[in-house]
């Protein structure tokens, strides 16, 4: 019976081995020579070895003005992209609910989501054309001055943000709709029948039934908008001056561009990773994420 | 059935066997502007010798180098040839092949017909050289040209409110005081009656492109007599923006008036801030700027624009006002660790011999590199501009820094740059003066 039991666990562990070793050569190798060096000075066009320099490279990021100006421009992409994502996520949600064409809506939709982020740069590169391109057209019609969207500080970071929104609010819309789909109809209902008007009915009965999806959505958008990269690169290219520099954006420049600087751009990322880590255990912590999913 | 399956494994061992009998497998890679001249020439080459096949990649700018430079660390050997940026030159240049060394280890390879004297002399140095070490051979020569509506410039009726204007005769900017006058006359915001909507298309964006579009105003203060007695003649491994001792040029006084000609010339151009190289092309094209500072690889498609039509009346090159244009341009060189060196020093030495360089220029717009080739008769009647202005401006040319430190310093600076050009921050030596201590600190100084 024994002898059975421990050969099942070898069976058992043998069986997940596979997967244990790419996770380990994929996952924690890289990441723990990321940490070994971020406290050496690495960079690849020298061809010198890695000096190990303490905590010199995370010493030098607070005393790093672009660094700081990438800061800027990711709280930025923070505070309003991600509201504005989950605000429409939910307005979508419940108006697409029971619309006519409902079907054909949805789909249309999730089209942003589904663009790859490189295609959908180019796209908003080519409307955001000072002289040729649709938005500065569209806005001609209406009598209103030609917009420099990539040349001047506050467009510029209007035209990313505008893109994260058109790019990201279908995911909140798509989770959010899926979990009004599950709200059971007879408790609706049954409130409608004592009374309570279709608003209070939203208001007390199925927002509260949909928060917890809510702050999942949430979480998964912070974490997504603190590495925006993509958008930035293909777009504006962290312009004009800082403007739209995010932080992720600077770590591959640090890291690739600016000739493999290993030491400074591991240093860089670990900050990324721990600010992460940080910000999402206090948003699970405040809304109490764990005991609201039973996890 | 069987039949089927024994038929299809002995094409697979044939196909198999004809790789195998290949002496060689070249693998070339390229920066996108070179990689349809370097794709013909591999074809010539491959029909000249059937043994040897070459497969030429493309690869975008911001790609190209991080990807060699990964390589050549490694010792991984994944590529043979490459083209490479002359910026690059110090970074890549331990794990390139020294040809020089190579050829006399080799004599017997050595193209008789070469002649490495034939290359204009920077040329041959910038794309060639790394110090002493001889780690590629000229392949694109480019220094930045200014563009202009050769037929606005000659309208009579336009140099009569020209003169009457600014008291002078319309022509083209010599220097970037002119080119202000110039660009206002142009531009209909301050001259209703332009023919153009802008007088000049530039382009500032944060990119790699901020980098050397300053020095297209910086260098000819740089390269004054009063520059080179202030700052010392340019080491063409450090470039202009250093001074003879190595040390930060741009934070003076020069720097400033440099930007400040920038500034002044950006309310005459369209969304500089927001342009790079496709929307200028894109203006000029369209007939709505009379003036472009730009490469000579938009030559190929300006002459399709039916704006710009009869192309020979319509557009005119002339030498960057201030006479020091910003060098570009790219050598071809062998990775150290190439299991093919032989065969890829025969293809290198073919791609960048004269047919080659001819070939580039009259087909792909791919500046030459050779003397023999400017003076060539069917090059002249092509191009009649090239033999003055070209040579001139390749000569004259200012230079960004070779050295290993170059990608961190070029961001860097157009980070402050450009929020100089934005407003963000003064256009001062106090501004500048921070990015000279950022640079010495990543100098390791």
């Not at chain 2, 000279?436 to 990543?442: G, I, S």
Request: aromatic share 14%; glycine share 8%.
């Amino acid at each position: 019976m024994k002898r059975n039991a421990r050969r099942q666990k070898i069976t058992g562990f043998l069986m997940v081995l596979p997967l244990l070793i790419v996770f380990l050569g994929l996952t924690i190798y890289p990441f723990a020579y990321m940490i070994y060096m971020s406290f050496h000075r690495y960079t690849l066009a020298s061809w010198e070895k890695p000096e190990f320099i303490g905590f010199k490279n995370y010493q030098d990021i607070w005393q790093d003005r672009t660094a700081r100006s990438s800061v800027d421009f990711t709280v930025l992409l923070l505070v309003t992209a991600v509201p504005l994502e989950i605000l429409l996520g939910i307005g979508i949600a419940f108006l697409l609910r029971d619309f006519f064409g409902e079907r054909v809506f949805r789909s249309v939709l999730l089209v942003p989501m589904m663009v790859p982020a490189v295609v959908a740069g180019i796209a908003w590169k080519m409307l955001y054309n000072f002289d040729f391109g649709p938005m500065n057209y569209f806005l001609s019609i209406f009598g209103f001055p030609k917009i420099s969207w990539l040349g001047t500080q506050f467009f510029s970071r209007l035209g990313v943000i505008l893109i994260d929104v058109w790019q990201w609010t279908p995911f909140v819309f798509l989770v959010l709709y899926a979990g009004l789909q599950s709200i059971p109809r007879e408790v609706v209902e049954a409130s409608l029948v004592d009374g309570a008007s279709g608003l209070s009915a939203l208001r007390y009965i199925e927002l509260p039934l949909l928060r917890p999806l809510i702050w999942v959505v949430l979480v998964i958008r912070v974490i997504d908008a603190l590495k925006i990269f993509d958008v930035v690169y293909m777009v504006t290219f962290g312009g004009p001056g800082s403007a739209t520099h995010s932080y992720s954006f600077y770590i591959y420049k640090v890291g690739i561009s600016f000739g493999w600087d290993i030491g400074y751009a591991s240093a860089l990322s670990i900050i990324l990773l721990l600010a992460i880590t940080i910000l999402t255990n206090v948003l699970i912590r405040t809304v109490r994420l764990r005991e609201t999913l039973e996890l | 059935m069987r039949k089927t399956v024994l038929m299809v494994v002995l094409l697979g061992i044939v196909l198999l066997m004809a790789q195998v009998g290949q002496a060689a497998q070249l693998v070339v890679w390229s920066s996108p502007d070179n990689a349809d001249a370097i794709h013909e020439l591999a074809q010539n080459f491959m029909q000249k010798y059937p043994e040897v096949s070459i497969e030429v990649t493309p690869l975008s700018w911001e790609v190209l180098y991080p990807r060699i430079l990964q390589d050549l660390t490694a010792g991984a050997g994944s590529f043979d040839v490459t083209t490479w940026d002359l910026m690059t030159a110090g970074a890549i240049a331990p794990g390139m092949l020294d040809l020089d060394a190579f050829a006399k280890e080799h004599p017997e390879l050595v193209d008789p017909n070469f002649d490495d004297q034939d290359f204009i002399s920077t040329a041959r140095y910038v794309y060639g050289f790394w110090k002493d070490k001889r780690i590629g051979y000229p392949f694109y020569g480019a220094a930045m040209f200014f563009f202009y509506r050769k037929d606005l410039f000659n309208d009579p009726g336009l140099q009569e409110k020209f003169r009457a204007k600014y008291g002078r005769e319309l022509a083209v900017p010599r220097n970037w005081q002119e080119a202000k006058e110039v660009a206002e006359f142009f531009t209909k915001k301050f001259n209703p009656d332009s023919p153009t909507e802008y007088g000049i298309a530039l382009m500032f964006p944060r990119t790699h492109t901020l980098f050397y579009m300053f020095l297209n105003f910086f260098g000819p203060y740089r390269r004054s007599a009063e520059g080179v007695n202030k700052f010392g003649q340019v080491d063409l491994d450090w470039g202009d923006y250093f001074t003879a001792d190595g040390k930060p040029a741009f934070n003076s006084e020069e720097g400033v008036k440099a930007l400040q000609d920038m500034i002044d010339l950006m309310k005459y151009a369209p969304d500089p801030l927001g342009s790079d190289y496709g929307e200028t092309l894109e203006a000029f094209s369209k007939g709505m700027v009379a003036m472009i500072p730009q490469w000579t690889a938009c030559l190929a498609s300006w002459k399709e624009s039916p704006q710009l039509q009869p192309f020979e009346e319509k557009v005119g090159v002339a030498v960057m006002p201030g006479g020091s244009p910003v060098s570009g341009g790219w050598g071809l060189g062998i990775n150290a660790n190439s299991k093919n060196q032989e065969w890829a020093f025969r293809f290198i030495q073919y791609a960048t011999g004269k047919e080659g360089d001819k070939l580039q220029w009259l087909k792909y717009r791919i500046g030459p590199t050779r003397k023999s080739v400017i003076d060539d008769p069917e090059v002249k009647a092509d191009s009649p501009w090239l033999a003055e202005a070209y040579v001139q401006s390749l000569e004259g040319a200012s230079h960004r820094p070779r050295i290993p430190e170059e990608p961190k310093l070029e961001d860097v600076l157009v980070g402050t740059l450009s929020e100089i050009l934005l407003g963000q921050r003064p256009n001062s030596i106090e501004t500048l003066n921070e990015v000279a201590r950022d640079w010495e600190k990543v100098l390791g100084r």
